[in-house]
Structure formats: C-alpha cells, structure tokens
C-alpha cells in the first residue's frame, strides 16, 4: 500500500485547507483511515480516523473544525480543515490501517497557519 498526501500549505488564522490522500494498492474500502499531525518537538498525534463503515472520531482540539471524509470510488481520504488556527501548524499524515491491522503511512504534507 502506498499513500500519497497533498493539500498542506501556508495560510492565515482563520482559514480553511483540504487535505487529500490517495492509497494505492491494497483494499481501500475495508481499509480504516486516519489523519495524524506532528508538530515541532511533539509527538505524532491522532487528529480525525474514518473506518471502513463510516464512524468517525475526532481530537477534541479539531472537534467542529475538521471532517475526516473517504470517497472509496478514488481510494481518497480527505480532511477539511476550517477555522484554522496556530496551534494547528503541524506536518499532516495519512494513515491506513488493512483487514490485518498493518499500519501505512503517507509521506506527510506541511500545514502552516500564521496568525
């Protein structure tokens, strides 16, 4: 399974980015999938997770600013990211978990947002 994450960039307080990540290989649709920052000098911490049924779950700082959403027709994993934040500036990273609890990691994409 390979995945490709795109969609990080610089942007102000405020607002919105969309996040992508494009999985190759594998099952995507039986696939969990999952959405991880890590800022400087932080640990990798989960940020929203999709599973292959469509439940949800989201870190309590992004509760009601991000949506973690999978299109399985383009084996995609999006998350919308509005009313940005500082405290968000972190590299983003995709994550997909198969049928046998294997764990792939995209490559990471760079979120900035200055105040």
């Known amino acids: 399974v390979q995945l490709q994450a795109s969609g990080g960039g610089l942007v102000q307080a405020g607002g919105s980015l969309r996040l992508s990540c494009v999985a190759s290989g594998g099952i995507f649709s039986i696939s969990a999938l999952g959405w991880y920052r890590q800022a400087p000098g932080k640990q990798r911490e989960l940020v929203a997770k999709?599973?292959?049924?469509?439940?949800?779950n989201y870190a309590d700082a992004v509760k009601g600013r991000f949506t973690i959403s999978r299109d399985n027709a383009k084996n995609t994993v999006y998350l919308q990211m509005n009313n940005l934040k500082p405290e968000d500036t972190a590299v983003y990273y995709c994550n997909l978990v198969n049928w046998y609890e294997n764990n792939f990691w995209g490559q990471g994409t760079e979120v900035t947002v200055s105040s």
């Open positions: 999709v599973t292959s049924d469509g439940s949800t």
